[in-house]
C-alpha cells in the first residue's frame, strides 16, 4: 500500500457530462500529479500541483482541470466528456518536488464514458 | 513520434528464465529513468531508479541506461510467476519523478 487513495475506484459517465475525481496523498506529501492511462498504453501526464497552484500541465485541453486542497488532497475534473476520456485516471504524489522524491501512485479511478 | 518507445509485448517466457526489457527515446533532455511494474487493476509501483548513464542493481533486477544511444533496459534474473505483469519504463527531466513521461510498457507472461 502507496498511502494515496483514490475514489471513487470505478465510474461510468455518459457523453457530455461532468465528473470529479479526487486523490488522497500520502501524508506529508505537497505535490500531487495526474494521469491518463488508456488501455494498452503507459500513463500520460496531465498536470500537477504544489502547494495548491498548478505546476506544470500536459497535452490535455482545458476541459481538464484541478485542484489541490490545504490538506493537499486534490480533484481532476473533467467536463463535456467524450467517448476517448475512457482510461484509468492515475494521482501521484511526492513529498516535496525539490527533492527528487519517489512519486506514489494509487491504485486509480476507472471511467468509462457511454 | 513518441517521445518513448516500448514494445508492448506480450513477451512469454518459462520460469527461471532471464527477461530484457527495453525502451528507446527521443529527448536528450532526460536524466532520470525508472521503471515500474504494474499488475492489472493497480496503480504502477518503481522497481528501479537510475540518474544519467550506468548499471543499477537491487536483487534479481538490474537497470541498465545509455544516454550516448538514448536505450534502457531492465533485466530480470530467475523470473518467477509472480513476475507476471506490465513493465512500464518512465523519464523525467530534473527533478526526478515529476512530469514523467512513459513508454506503452511491455506485458510479461511467466509461465510455470
Known amino acids: 500500500e502507496t498511502g494515496v487513495t483514490q475514489s471513487p475506484t470505478h465510474l461510468i459517465k455518459t457523453r457530455g457530462q461532468q465528473v470529479t475525481l479526487r486523490c488522497s496523498s500520502q501524508?506529508?506529501?505537497?505535490?500531487v500529479s495526474w494521469y491518463q492511462q488508456a488501455l494498452g498504453q503507459g500513463p500520460q501526464f496531465i498536470f500537477q500541483?504544489?502547494?495548491?497552484?498548478?505546476?506544470g500541465r500536459g497535452n490535455f485541453p482545458p476541459r481538464f482541470s484541478g485542484l489541490q486542497f490545504p490538506n493537499y488532497s486534490s480533484e481532476l475534473n473533467v467536463n463535456a466528456l467524450e467517448l476517448d476520456d475512457s482510461a484509468l485516471y492515475l494521482c501521484?504524489?511526492?513529498?516535496?518536488?525539490?527533492?527528487?522524491?519517489?512519486?506514489?501512485f494509487g491504485q486509480g479511478t476507472r471511467l468509462t464514458v457511454v | 513520434q513518441k517521445e518513448v518507445e516500448q514494445d508492448p509485448g506480450p513477451l512469454s517466457v518459462p520460469e527461471g528464465a532471464i527477461v530484457s526489457l527495453n525502451c528507446t527515446y527521443s529527448?536528450?533532455?532526460?536524466?532520470?529513468f525508472m521503471w515500474y511494474r504494474q499488475y492489472s487493476r493497480k496503480g504502477p509501483e518503481l522497481l528501479m531508479y537510475?540518474?544519467?548513464?550506468g548499471n543499477k542493481e537491487d536483487g534479481r533486477f538490474t537497470a541498465q541506461v545509455d544516454k550516448s544511444s538514448k536505450y534502457i533496459s531492465l533485466f530480470i534474473r530467475d523470473s518467477q510467476p509472480s513476475d507476471s505483469a506490465t513493465y512500464l519504463c518512465?523519464?523525467?527531466?530534473?527533478?526526478?519523478?515529476?512530469?514523467?513521461?512513459f513508454g506503452t510498457g511491455t506485458r510479461l507472461l511467466v509461465s510455470p
Open positions: 500541483y504544489y502547494r495548491e497552484e498548478e505546476n
Open positions: 518512465a523519464m523525467s527531466q530534473s527533478p526526478a519523478f515529476q512530469k514523467l513521461v
Open positions: 501521484a504524489s511526492s513529498l516535496d518536488m525539490g527533492y527528487n522524491t519517489e512519486a506514489f
Open positions: 529527448n536528450s533532455a532526460f536524466q532520470y
Open positions: 537510475t540518474y544519467s548513464s
Open positions: 501524508s506529508g506529501h505537497n505535490t
